[in-house]
């Protein structure tokens, strides 16, 4: 069996990986020229922990992890206004929690794949047909692809699923806010930061702080905006978007890289009522993006990914595998895309009773008992969907 993923971020290489563990031949498509080095600070937790634990690449995730004490939420002057404990989190799911860079996790998942896998980089889809049990993928550099399934783990801007289900304004859900990341060099921030994510505790837009392994700091901001259209000067618009913020924002701001080195994007979700098209499926971000709001996109993608990879194990054909995965996962990312719309306005308060009403809330949180419960408005009700696998058929 032959399977061609789309897409070298979290869902398609774990999926490769898994499909090359089950005897498939693989090969993954990634538009960009190299691994990607942007990105941000991601809370790794919930479903996709259980699987990165089942794949066996839990050990090496967890020594590229970071130990983070508190979120903590930072005035104009930099003084602390309201805090999470990060410790008393992890304790409430079981410690099955860790920080760790995006970039460092595809990282990770990259480095886990066999000589096996054929990994194409600078290469991207320009049509997709469809055939009598197999379907042909058209490469920009003329060639053509037959396989037995197609995969779709190339982002929320996903090009299968514009070529195979039709214009991306049809199914993604603008939230009303647009992200940016970036590294920079500041040794007394860092030293000031420490080991927490030290945020902005602003309306409407807000900047955090993280400290890295090697001294650099990542920066990561969010802020509200009517228009979803992305600018064509991502470091103009960063400038325009949190230039008006204190504490360490100026320091940051002054230090920008250039435009190539800003992650900068839309936040939104991506709505697919149906993810298959004969042999062409999606996964992670192309299908059910919960966006930052949510804070399991990476959890989503990996365990998406296991969960497909053992349908296409243990059914008869691959049409069944595909509507096995879409039935198992549909109703857990569908409650992870509300529980991120619900809490937009804590994520980011829209003004100062809002702002107000989150330091209260985390104020309760400290008490016995409100942190489990936090937990579990976070992290969803535990799914049974990823337990390990069967021996291969």
Known sequence: MKAVVCGAGIAGLALAQRLDALGWEVVVLEKAPGPRTQGYMIDFFGPGYDAAEAMGLLPRLREQGYAVREAAYLDTRGRRRAGLDYEQFARAVGGRLFSIMRPDLERVLRESLSTDVDLRFGTSPTAVDHAPGAVH????????????????????????????????????????????????????????VGDRFALTDTVDRQMGFYGLRDGRLAAFAVHRTDDPALPDDPRAAVRRAYGTLGWAVPRALAQLPPASEIYYDQVAQSVVPGWTRGRVTLLGDACYAVSLLAGQGASLAVAGAYLLARQLAEADTVADALARYESLWHPTTA???????????????????????????????????????????????????????????
């Open 335 to 393: 409650h992870r895309q509300h529980v991120a719309r619900r809490t937009a306005r804590w994520f980011l308060p829209a003004g100062r009773p809002q702002l107000l009403l989150r330091r209260l809330a985390l104020k309760a949180a400290a008490l016995p008992g409100a942190t489990r419960h936090l937990a579990t408005t976070l992290t969803g009700d535990p799914t049974t969907v990823v337990t390990p696998d069967p021996p291969p058929r």
């Open 137 to 192: 993928v058209t490469l920009d550099d003329g060639d053509t692809l037959a396989a037995d399934l197609l995969v779709g783990a190339d982002g929320i801007h996903s090009t299968v699923r514009r070529l195979a289900f039709g214009p991306e304004p049809r199914y993604l859900r603008q939230l009303g806010f647009h992200t940016a990341a970036f590294v920079l060099d500041d040794p007394a921030l860092h030293a000031e």
